[in-house]
């Protein structure tokens, strides 16, 4: 069997929707066989990660947005050449680009993956003029800015050899040198049927504090708001003891796969007992050996 590449690149900043390991599997197919994967911006500069489509067929670059819950498809584009057809395209940039590659990188083709550990690398290493800067040139330029004053951006970039816009991404923070390490990720679980709202205002309130904490949370409530399901318009006398119709298979297959294809940890709120959903999580994180955290009372 063909050795599969590492990934290159810090973890993306970007927090994408739920991406199930059938839709990773789905987009990677189309972004290794029809995708291009490059790191040139709207000037012909280079720029961090993107991800483009042309295609013929609409159809794929809307379920992309549909999945992504991102982008805009644009065309039909007028042909050009002999023989040719309109098309349609798609491109997402930067750290949300670098995100997608992230997700689908186990059904990536090595050839795709490499092209994005060449372009991560060149990325890593370059300004805008090609001049290389190590990691201490950025912490200096970082440092430098702490005692601002009119026209520092410009005699940074002559002193340093580099462009002004690498200067000004510097300054932003927009940069792949110097990157906070990869937050730890927790699945939060707890008791929602029997409980007005299905508990999504705890939910929310719990996630709050988790992020404060550090952790990069997976917040099923969330999730089912992202996919429609929003029990604040539910009717008033709705019955809380009831699953959203038609959505349980939907919802335990999503939420499961969250924990196995991305948790370090898994947090237990108050009352968690009561769920039988909940208590299938926890079995499932003591299987895979993940951290335990219950709610304090």
């Known amino acids: 069997m063909k050795k599969r590449n590492e990934i290159k690149g810090p973890t993306p900043r970007i927090q994408l929707p739920y991406v199930s390991s059938e839709d990773a599997a789905w987009m990677a197919g189309w972004i290794s066989a029809d995708g291009c994967i490059g790191d040139k911006n709207s000037r012909g500069s280079l720029g961090s990660p993107t991800v483009k489509f042309k295609l013929v067929d609409k159809d794929p670059l ?10 805009s498809v644009s065309g039909p584009h007028d042909p050009t050449g002999l023989g040719k057809k309109q098309t349609y ?23 795709r ?12 290493a370059y300004s805008g003029h090609g001049h290389k800067l190590t990691d201490k040139d950025v912490v200096q330029i970082k440092e430098e800015f702490k005692t601002p004053y009119h026209g520092q951006g410009v005699d940074l970039a002559k002193r340093f050899n580099v462009s002004n ?15 906070e390490p990869p937050k730890k990720v927790i699945y939060l679980a707890g008791a929602m049927r029997k409980i007005k709202f299905y ?12 992020l404060a904490d550090g952790w990069f949370v997976i917040n099923p409530a969330q999730y089912d708001m992202d996919n429609g399901i929003d029990p604040f318009k539910f009717p ?32 237990l709120m108050k009352g968690w007992e009561d769920s039988v959903g909940a208590t299938a999580e ?16």
Not at 63 to 70: A, S, T, Y
Not at 199 to 210: H, R
Not at 283 to 296: F, N
Request: aromatic letters at 14%; proline letters at 2%; one cysteine or more.
């Open 113 to 124: 993956q490499k092209r994005y550990n060449e372009i991560v690398s060149r990325w890593n």
């Open 236 to 267: 008033a006398d709705f019955d809380w003891s009831q699953e959203p119709k038609g959505r349980l298979r939907e919802i335990a297959r999503r939420d499961v796969l969250a924990i196995i294809d991305r948790c370090d940890a898994i947090y």
């Open 165 to 179: 816009g690498m200067i000004g991404h510097i300054k932003k923070g927009i940069t792949w040198k110097d990157e």
């Open 199 to 210: 508990n999504f205002l705890a939910f929310f309130a719990k996630e709050k504090e988790l």
């Open 282 to 297: 926890l079995a499932i994180a003591k299987w895979l050996q993940l951290t335990i955290i219950y709610q304090e009372d």
């Open 62 to 71: 809307d379920r992309f947005v549909e999945i992504l819950n991102k982008g």
């Open 89 to 111: 395209s798609l491109s997402y940039t930067s750290h949300f680009a670098s995100a997608i590659i992230h997700r689908v990188w186990p059904w990536l083709s090595s050839r």
